[in-house]
């Protein structure tokens, strides 16, 4: 692949009936920065296709690279309510949203763009589901709603074609899917800063529907997949939906989809799942664990379970009406880590908890942040796994949310990073491990970053140039707060350079230009040169012989 993964095709000129335009979404439940793509412009481009006309699906950077092909009708859905850093695109701005609004054609905005910011220039806004808008106006008809369940699986189905269009595929694209949306807690109205409440009670999708989109998708050569468009991955068609806070996990239903997948997408690569509530894992751990193993089974190593904590605060879960305590929250970190914390076939644990930590919420004092601490040393002290800490301040549209102990807060994130993120880090890839499968996507003066492809994959870093948007195996060196730092393994004698010679541990400048000038051939040629046993040791966890030379 080229350097530039954004260079226009010469296939796509052409004047067509609807151009979808993918500005990326990044919402509670559902990603859409590549390398993911969400379920919902592979929707829009549904429409197109079951209304039997011509289309084109583009992405925002491609956008900025290459300008916009010529629609008749342009349809931009995009928008961020959770806001990250992206290695892999960049979502559209407003301004960006605005420009686009001045092109030729009828223009349709939808999602978080439409939802929450203040867009200029548009035809048509949806601030509910864009797809069912689009189809509507198509036949005379202009209506904000939602789509019907069934609406949504034909869609998703006439729409598998647009990963073809994707600059990503077939590979590294991760393809996003959705088991279910809406929250069930919606009828408490849910998590006061959530967006997925407003979904309303959710609606669960068959185990053969997702199973028939992902086979779709399988037989067009996607091997990535996330089943992680759900705000509760161990709540799907769980039971007592709209009754209970907490409702009693089906992990035969669960079971049933996750097998099913398995033998009809046999060669899968890379399948993850995101949220759950830990509430539901806390107090039906029988049942949870049951739905933890069959995760373990049927998806691959690096999975993530992001838990909704927020905060430790009990004061503050109250008033923001949030879904656990700090001793569920534990109940379940504990559990999953009992289930998942063995290392899988890429190097990494095969399920682990992440955690999301908000600033801002209603009612939060100083005292907050000291919980907050206080719960994850906790948790550290327990040698307890978590794959991720996320702390962010909560994106507020409605200005109902402030972070108003910003001290706190900054000193909170960088007591985080140094005292449990790196320990953390440490204890779950000790000097030596090795990471399968690194995609290397950036190159900043001589260092190269990568990540594994998955839910929430670790930065890793490499401090030479290697070729982009290739596969490496990374054997670690050392540690940042969120990052690692390695070389890329089989790393041969003969042929390492000496940046790659001196990155290894226990070798050093010194040593590194005697091993480079020398170039042994064998172990005891290189045991000649480093007389202390157990630097030998370490060293020769990095290094091969019988490399060309």
Same mark, same amino acid.
């Given at each position: ?93 407003? @301004?960006?949203? @605005? ?153 035969? @239903? ?296």
């Amino acid at each position: 692949m080229s350097e530039n993964r954004w260079e226009k095709p010469t296939d796509r000129r052409d004047r067509v009936d609807i151009l979808v335009v993918d500005g990326y979404i990044d919402e509670p439940s559902l990603l859409g920065v590549p390398p993911y793509l969400s379920p919902e412009p592979r929707m829009l481009v549904g429409v197109a296709r079951e209304a039997e006309l011509s289309w084109e699906y583009i992405t925002a950077d491609e956008y900025r690279q290459n300008g916009l092909p010529l629609g008749d009708i342009v349809v931009v859905h995009g928008g961020v309510t959770v806001p990250g850093k992206y290695l892999g695109g960049t979502p559209l701005s407003v @301004e960006e949203a @605005e420009e686009i609004a001045t092109e030729p054609g009828e223009t349709f905005l939808g999602g978080p763009l439409a939802r929450y910011e203040e867009v200029e220039g548009y035809d048509h806004y949806a601030e509910k589901d864009l797809a069912a808008y689009l189809y509507d106006s198509l036949y005379g008809e202009e209506e904000d709603r939602w789509a019907e369940p069934l609406e949504r699986e034909d869609w998703l189905k006439f729409g598998h074609k647009a990963v073809e269009r994707h600059p990503l595929y077939p590979d590294p694209l991760l393809v996003e899917m959705s088991a279910y949306r809406g929250c069930p807690r919606y009828f408490t109205g849910g998590c006061s800063f959530c967006s997925e409440p407003q979904y309303g009670k959710p609606k669960f999708r068959e185990q053969e529907d997702i199973i028939e989109e992902m086979e779709l998708l399988y037989e067009k050569g996607v091997r990535n997949f996330r089943l992680g468009g759900q705000s509760c991955t161990v709540s799907y068609k769980a039971e007592g939906i709209g009754e209970k806070e907490v409702p009693v996990p089906q992990p035969e @239903e669960i079971f049933s989809l996750f097998k099913g997948i398995k033998e009809t997408c046999p060669e899968i690569e890379v399948f993850h799942v995101d949220n759950a509530n830990p509430a539901v894992i806390a107090e039906h751990p029988e049942k949870s664990k049951k739905i933890l193993e069959t995760l373990v089974e049927y998806t691959t190593s690096g999975n993530v379970l992001a838990l909704g904590m927020e905060t430790a605060d009990e004061e503050v879960i109250e008033e923001n009406n949030l879904n656990s305590t700090p001793e569920q929250v534990k109940k379940a970190v504990r559990l999953i880590n009992e289930v998942g914390g063995e290392k899988g076939p890429n190097g990494m644990p095969e399920l682990l908890p992440g955690l999301n930590f908000l600033g801002g919420l209603k009612g939060e004092s100083r005292e907050t942040y000291e919980k907050n601490l206080r719960f994850l040393e906790e948790l550290l002290s327990e040698d307890l796994l978590l794959r991720r800490i996320n702390i962010r301040q909560v994106l507020s549209h409605s200005g109902d949310f402030e972070v108003r102990y910003k001290n706190e807060f900054k000193q909170f994130k960088k007591k985080v990073r140094e005292q449990i993120d790196q320990p953390l880090l440490k204890k779950m890839l000790p000097e030596g491990s090795l990471l399968k499968d690194v995609y290397m996507e950036k190159m900043e003066g001589k260092t190269t970053f990568g990540r594994q492809i998955g839910t929430y994959p670790l930065l890793v870093g490499v401090n030479y140039q290697l070729e982009l948007h290739e596969y490496y195996d990374v054997r670690i060196t050392d540690h940042g707060y969120r990052s690692v730092t390695g070389v890329q393994q089989p790393l041969y004698v003969e042929e390492a350079s000496f940046e790659q010679l001196k990155q290894i541990p226990g070798i050093g400048k010194k040593r590194a230009a005697t091993i480079f000038r020398k170039r042994p051939g064998s172990e005891e040629e290189l045991e000649e040169m480093i007389e202390n046993r157990e630097s030998l040791k370490k060293i020769l966890k990095f290094l091969e012989f019988g490399g060309e030379g």
